[in-house]
């Protein structure tokens, strides 16, 4: 049985190879469902995955919205490392051209807002950020004012905060504000703003240990001295 899976898993291998050959070096928008094919075929067969792992790359290369849409289906792959080539495949989306990326961010936008499983969730608000394109900051807005996951609310507004989008300070203000799960992570994000520097002060006598510290997170990512009250300007003299 050994001798047969070291087979398997070889042989895995080559077609994997063939595979990246035929399809990377010819990946075009009509691959797509050939691509799909590769996919399904193997889904439950540890030893075809590193074939499935060349198909993802070669969909991330495409960049349509149908190679997006098969890219997502993966991220809630049974196999870890799929799911995070599905993650890595979305982010080549900041290579496409502006049409196709922004009817790409339209899909997986939908996509944040409707899936059950939070780490799905988590990995596309994290593909969304890293793609760079402001098009996603309606979305992930829209996601950050219902998500209850902890998780996935970091994800979120990480991604704001790689977005550098000004327009995100009120609605962060407002999930810090109304959900203390969010608060830290929301304080925190805050920080990275030009105009959240001031609306986190709120916050200096929140009773959560996790909530202050965000809170000095945020006022050393401003600039803003932490301890004003104290004067170190002229040291502690002679001893």
């Known amino acids: 049985m050994a001798g047969r899976n070291v087979h398997s898993y070889a042989l895995g291998i080559v077609t994997g190879s063939l595979l990246t050959l ?28 590193f074939a499935r792992a060349k198909a993802i790359r070669s969909l991330g290369r495409i960049g349509t919205p149908d ?3 098969a ?46 499983n939070a780490e799905t969730r988590r990995h596309l608000a994290t593909a969304l950020g890293l793609i760079g394109d402001r098009a ?30 000004e327009s995100c300070v009120g609605e962060l203000a407002t999930k810090a504000r109304v959900s203390k799960s969010a608060r830290a992570a929301c304080v925190r994000g805050l920080g990275h703003f030009a105009g959240g520097g001031e609306t986190v002060l709120a ?3 929140d009773p959560s240990d996790a909530v202050r510290a965000a809170l000095i997170d945020a006022l050393v990512e401003r600039g803003r001295p932490i301890l004003p009250q104290f004067d170190f300007g002229q040291g502690i003299g002679p001893l």
Do not use: M, N, W
């Not at 928008?29 to 996919?39: H, K, Y």
């Not at 049409?99 to 899909?107: G, T």
């Open 67 to 69: 190679s997006t849409q």
């Open 22 to 49: 035929l399809l990377v070096v010819f990946a075009a928008p009509e691959s797509v469902s050939d691509l799909r094919a590769v996919l399904r075929k193997h889904e439950k067969d540890p030893y075809e995955q």
């Open 136 to 165: 996603a900051v309606p979305a992930l807005l829209k996601a950050l004012k219902r998500e209850k996951d902890e998780e996935v609310t970091q994800a979120i507004v990480t991604a704001l905060v790689r977005l550098q989008d």
């Open 71 to 116: 890219l997502e289906g993966c991220l809630e792959d049974p196999f870890a490392h799929i799911r995070d080539e599905a993650v890595s495949g979305l982010i080549q989306l900041k290579r496409a051209d502006a049409a196709q990326r922004a009817k790409s961010l339209r899909i997986l936008g939908d996509y944040l807002g409707r899936r059950r």
């Open 203 to 205: 916050y200096v006598d």
